[in-house]
């Protein structure tokens, strides 16, 4: 099997890497980020089609404010210093999330660098910002809703496919492999519709810790499983690419 044309990644475990270092979990972030560089970069030459980073969720909100602001600040900081670079490595960005509730000066940052790199035709690199799976459902829901009460869309008419047009990620493909570093074992409310057929790779590796070679087990990994979709392979039959 070829690599994943979508590679989604939840970073976790910055805090605790931190913490047996005695520093603060700030501190965590800070090597966080130029792990994500490293990766983002690795992505891009291995050919990957799509990545997207959970680097934010709806959840993250609640944490202190000292290290919300932080992990604001840094996301700045990111995309002021390494717009030049993702432009150099054909990289274009876009973000899904509630990114009406991000600072007015992230926000902006995020706009300038989505749009420096519209035209990027190599990794769709995709930050996950303020992102909760559950709201994009109720949020496509409701626009669904929408077009029905205005008599434009017969209710009967709704399906999986036009549910999946209406989600933040649209137009990407659904995730073929979601790692998860840390020891967590679950998605915490990242691409919930989108993970119904997607492989998983689950390793102990703190996020600071992850590197190159991390990545290349996860995708070795991947390579060796048989993606059914819940069918039967015969011989003479193939089984069809499931993304959207
Ligand atoms: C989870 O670790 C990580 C986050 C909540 C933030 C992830 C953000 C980054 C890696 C930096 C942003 C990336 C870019 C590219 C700008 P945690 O704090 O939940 O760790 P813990 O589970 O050990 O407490």
Redesign the pocket.
Known sequence: MSLPKHLAI??????????VRGKP?TY???K??R???QI?TECSRLGIQWLT?????TE?WY?PQG?VSL?MR??KR??RK?TENLLKENIRVTVVGETSRLPKDVREALEKTIQATSRCTGLNLV?ALSYGSRQEIASAVRALAAEVAAGNLPAEKIDEALLSEKLWTHPAPDPDLIIRT?G?SRLSNFLLWQAAYSEFWFTDV???DFNQKNLHDALGSYQQRQRRFGRVETSNEKLPDQTH
Request: aromatic share 16%; glycine share 10%; no cysteine.
């Open positions: 939840i970073m976790d475990g910055n805090g605790r890497w931190a913490k979990r965590g972030h800070v966080g980020t792990v994500a560089k983002i980073l959970y680097a934010f969720s993250n944490r290290e992990l840094i996301l990111y995309l390494e930050f840390s967590e703190l996020w600071p």
